[in-house]
């Protein structure tokens, strides 16, 4: 679902600053990669406070495609990557109060009113004809951040807080914001009983999921693995044979 870059519904996909030149910026990091252009495209025009926006799911299917081979390129296209999942499948609505309305994802909602902001002029607000285009970008992005989200976590290394980032994703898409989170607050340094007191401890569900994890992380990070098997509520035991389709 890649929408040609020349196309001119690319002036009516929003970010957080309104309509920019998203597509000019992606051609650009076709024709070289760049770590400025990138972070700057990434950071400030396809995400902004945990919100995503049409222009963001316009990006995804290049992104992707664009698969960077250099570690530097690789890295900070899947750090991102990982947190736009994150936030898209997180609960919650749209705005930095969550009030916001959403769709099944959030950002991409497919009724037309959600798009026309006050902030945005009138002239270049989605019209109901690019609806059929939202719709094709939610279904892309059904079809497709599950196994996005795993290839992210090749990312897991020693270093925890790139592994904690690039496993948020997997997480929250796999309907478990909790590990997204306590992963995070394990990374800055925080004490077990500090986040277990914030945040809960693992039901069935998350436990679930750090089983779908622990084959990609145990090796690779073996600290943050250690931290999920022990976390409290975790019921999943590597070495118990039942547990080994779990989830």
Not at 57 to 64: D, E, G, I, N, R
Request: charged share 20%; glycine share 6%.
């Amino acid at each position: 679902m890649k929408i040609d870059l020349e196309d001119e519904i690319w002036s009516r996909l929003y970010g957080p600053y309104g309509n920019r030149s998203v597509n000019v910026q992606l051609k650009n990091l076709f024709r070289e990669w760049d770590i400025s252009v990138a972070k700057e495209l990434f950071w400030e025009e396809l995400h902004h406070q945990d919100d995503v926006y049409p222009a963001t799911y316009a990006s995804l299917p290049w992104l992707v495609a664009l698969s960077p081979s250099t570690d530097e390129a690789f890295e900070e296209t899947y750090l991102f990557l990982s947190h736009v999942i994150h936030c898209a499948c997180s609960v919650g609505g749209t705005g930095c109060d969550g009030t916001g309305p959403r769709g099944k994802y959030r950002g991409i909602s497919t009724k037309i009113a959600d798009h026309q902001h006050s902030w945005i002029p009138e002239r270049e607000w989605l019209t109901a004809e690019d609806l059929l285009v939202l719709t094709k970008l939610e279904q892309w992005f059904t079809e497709n951040h599950l196994t996005i989200a795993e290839r992210c976590l090749s990312l897991a290394t020693f270093d925890l807080m790139l592994s904690a980032y690039a496993l948020e994703g997997f997480a929250t898409a796999n309907g478990s914001p909790r590990i997204a989170h306590s992963v995070q607050m394990f990374a800055y340094a925080e004490p077990v009983d500090f986040i277990c007191e914030e945040l809960g401890a693992f039901d069935n569900h998350d436990s679930s999921v750090v089983a779908k994890l622990y084959p990609h992380i145990h090796e690779a990070s073996p600290k943050l693995a250690s931290f999920l098997l022990d976390y409290p509520g975790c019921t999943f035991d590597p070495d118990d044979p039942r547990q080994g389709k779990m989830g």
